[in-house]
Structures are given as structure tokens and as C-alpha cells.
T-cell receptor
Framework: DSGVTQTPKHLITATGQRVTLRCSPR?????VYWYQQSLDQGLQFLIQYYNGEERAKGNILERFSAQQFPDLHSELNLSSLELGDSALYFC????????????FGSGTRLTVV | GEDVEQSLFLSVREGDSSVINCTYTDSSSTYLYWYKQEPGAGLQLLTY?????DMKQDQRLTVLLNKKDKHLSLRIADTQTGDSAIYFC????????????FGKGTRLSVIA
């Protein structure tokens, strides 16, 4: 157990639907990062939150949004789902002190049918 | 911009050493990381190196950093079948509390 918890582990949904992925960071970590891993694109950074505030944005589609709550857990919302959104979605967390490494959760596998 | 390149495949015999290479473009990279991903699993941090270091050794793992050439390598001594996985190189900038930029990963196959 890495200390980063992601739920659900698997999700199958239809095109056009909306889903919410949840991440609880490692205890004490203030930053949460969301990544998408697909076969042809590798690991793509989506968005980062630090202590409740958006810190950095990557290749996140407008149909996707995220937030980090006061208890530091984060949710990634994916709407108007398309077949191409099928991927593994990883959450990672890191502490405020640099050089401690980034800890990844085991991911949510999203399948859009 | 930031870019991290890795070769996609590497095959070695059990007991041999594996060397996985990575190049990066951003000279302001502060920390460089190696992650391991086994089938169906998340990413496991193997080791990392601060940019003012040339080498770091941790048991069977040796990381070499050539800042001039922006080249990073991971050597696995006495490679075992359990080392078969995808290995990702990643970089981060500034204080380290910034998003990691990953390479596409090197798939290591260990032949018994």
C-alpha cells in the first residue's frame, strides 16, 4: 500500500456519461497530481492541486475538471465521455518538502463503451 | 519545452546487467526519477537523483547523471525475472513540488 488511495479501481460507463474519480493523498502530502495513461500517449499530466488551490494545468480537456477539498482529498470529474477517454487515471501526491518523491496510487481503469 | 526520451524496449538475460537510458531537454531540471510499473499496477518509485549529483547507488540500482549531455541512466545489476516491467524516467523542476514530466517508458523483458 503506497498510502495514496484511489477509488474506484475499475469503471465501465457509456459514451456521453459523467464519472467522478476520487483520490486520497498520502498523510501529510499537500500536493495532488492527476495523470492519464493511455497506450499511445504514455503518462500525460492533467492537473495539480496544492493545499486546495489549483497549482498547475497540463493537457486537461475542458470536459474534465478537478478539485481538492479541505481534507486534501481530490476528485477528477470527467463528463461527456468519449471512447478515447478510456485509460488508466493515476493520482499522485507529494509533500511540501522537495526531493521526497512522488507517491502514486494504483489507478482507476476507465472503460468507455 | 520539457521533453523526456527513452528507448521503448530492452531485453536481457537473467543474471546480466540492464542499462536503461533516458535523455531530457530542460536544463533546469532539479530532480530526476526512475519509476517501475508492473503489469496492472501503479508506479513505484525506485530511486531519484538530485541534479548536483553524478551518481547514486542503492543496492542493485545505480543511477548515473550526465548533466552536460542531459543523459540519465539506470543500471540494474544481476537482473531477475521479477525486474520485468516498464521503467519510466521523469524530471521535475524548481523545488520539486511541480508536476513530473515522464518519458514514454522502457519495457524491460528478462529472459530466464
Amino acid at each position: 500500500d503506497s498510502g495514496v488511495t484511489q477509488t474506484p479501481k475499475h469503471l465501465i460507463t457509456a459514451t456521453g456519461q459523467r464519472v467522478t474519480l476520487r483520490c486520497s493523498p498520502r498523510s501529510g502530502d499537500l500536493s495532488v497530481y492527476w495523470y492519464q495513461q493511455s497506450l499511445d500517449q504514455g503518462l500525460q499530466f492533467l492537473i495539480q492541486y496544492y493545499n486546495g488551490e489549483e497549482r498547475a494545468k497540463g493537457n486537461i480537456l475542458e470536459r474534465f475538471s478537478a478539485q481538492q477539498f479541505p481534507d486534501l482529498h481530490s476528485e477528477l470529474n470527467l463528463s461527456s465521455l468519449e471512447l478515447g477517454d478510456s485509460a488508466l487515471y493515476f493520482c499522485a501526491s507529494s509533500p511540501a518538502v522537495a526531493g521526497q518523491g512522488y507517491t502514486f496510487g494504483s489507478g482507476t481503469r476507465l472503460t468507455v463503451v | 519545452g520539457e521533453d523526456v526520451e527513452q528507448s521503448l524496449f530492452l531485453s536481457v538475460r537473467e543474471g546480466d546487467s540492464s542499462v536503461i537510458n533516458c535523455t531530457y531537454t530542460d536544463s533546469s531540471s532539479t530532480y530526476l526519477y526512475w519509476y517501475k510499473q508492473e503489469p496492472g499496477a501503479g508506479l513505484q518509485l525506485l530511486t531519484y537523483i538530485f541534479s548536483n549529483m553524478d551518481m547514486k547507488q542503492d543496492q542493485r540500482l545505480t543511477v548515473l547523471l550526465n548533466k552536460k549531455d542531459k543523459h540519465l541512466s539506470l543500471r540494474i545489476a544481476d537482473t531477475q525475472t521479477g525486474d520485468s516491467a516498464i521503467y519510466f524516467c521523469a524530471e521535475s523542476m524548481n523545488s520539486g513540488n511541480t508536476p513530473l514530466v515522464f518519458g514514454k517508458g522502457t519495457r524491460l523483458s528478462v529472459i530466464a
